[in-house]
């Protein structure tokens, strides 16, 4: 039982280019959520999805762009990659429903954009 | 405007002693509260939660208290261990349950 996996776990790409960083998670969990976190920062959500079929912006969702493509994979996409997306990139899965769900976290994408 | 404050960025304390980290928020509507615990290079993993319907949720070492009315949570880890060094962040269930705000997170450091 792998939980919530992420790739890649490092990426380095320069201003304009363009990326997906893939996440799946094993738990049969209806909902999936995009966060980012920056230095000093507590996680902030980027987008979700709150069942198959279905994605929302979160906080910050400009720059980004999400696919829930079944219930296991929930990949975001940085069309035009820019320095203020350097990041640490956290995908994480729940059960969703209730407003006591808990999430569950991969172990992270750390991106750099130059 | 942060509706999740942790104030303080830091906290050291000596193995076997007792770690309180402190969390308060501005929304009395929040019904559903939960720390996690972080490595270096790993996601966060859940430790405890707690519903707005109780003041007080145990699980081993780790004790949360809520007190409501000061909107104001609390973390009590008894005995520290080294291996309790982690960042720990509170969370809180928006009330559409569809995200979790989180504060910036305190660095516990335990020595030994």
């Known amino acids: 039982n792998a939980g919530v996996t992420q790739t890649p776990k490092f990426q380095v790409l320069k201003t304009g280019q363009s990326m997906t960083l893939q996440c799946a998670q094993d738990m049969n969990h209806n909902s999936m959520y995009w966060y980012r976190q920056d230095p000093g920062m507590g996680l902030r959500l980027i987008y979700y999805?709150?069942?198959?079929?279905?994605?929302d912006k979160g906080e910050v969702p400009n720059g980004y762009n999400v696919s829930r493509l079944n219930k296991r994979e929930f990949s975001l996409r940085l069309e035009s990659a820019a320095p203020s997306q350097t990041s640490v990139y956290f995908c994480?899965?729940?059960?969703?429903?209730?407003?006591?769900?808990?999430?569950?976290f991969g172990p992270g994408t750390r991106l750099t954009v130059l | 405007d942060q509706q999740v404050k942790q104030n303080s960025p830091s906290l050291s304390v000596q193995e076997g002693r007792i770690s309180i980290l402190n969390c308060d928020y501005t929304n009395s509507m929040f019904d559903y509260f939960l720390w996690y615990k972080k490595y270096p290079a790993e996601g966060p993993t859940f430790l405890i939660s707690i519903s707005s319907i109780k003041d007080k949720n145990e699980d081993g070492r780790f004790t949360v208290f809520l007190n409501k009315s000061a909107k104001h949570l609390s973390l009590h880890i008894v005995p520290s261990q080294p291996g309790d060094s982690a960042v720990y962040f509170c969370a809180v269930n928006n009330q559409a349950g569809t995200a979790l705000i989180f504060g910036k997170g305190t660095t516990l450091s335990v020595s030994s």
């Open positions: 994480a899965s729940s059960e969703g429903g209730t407003n006591t769900d808990t999430q569950y």
């Open positions: 999805s709150a069942s198959e079929g279905t994605t």
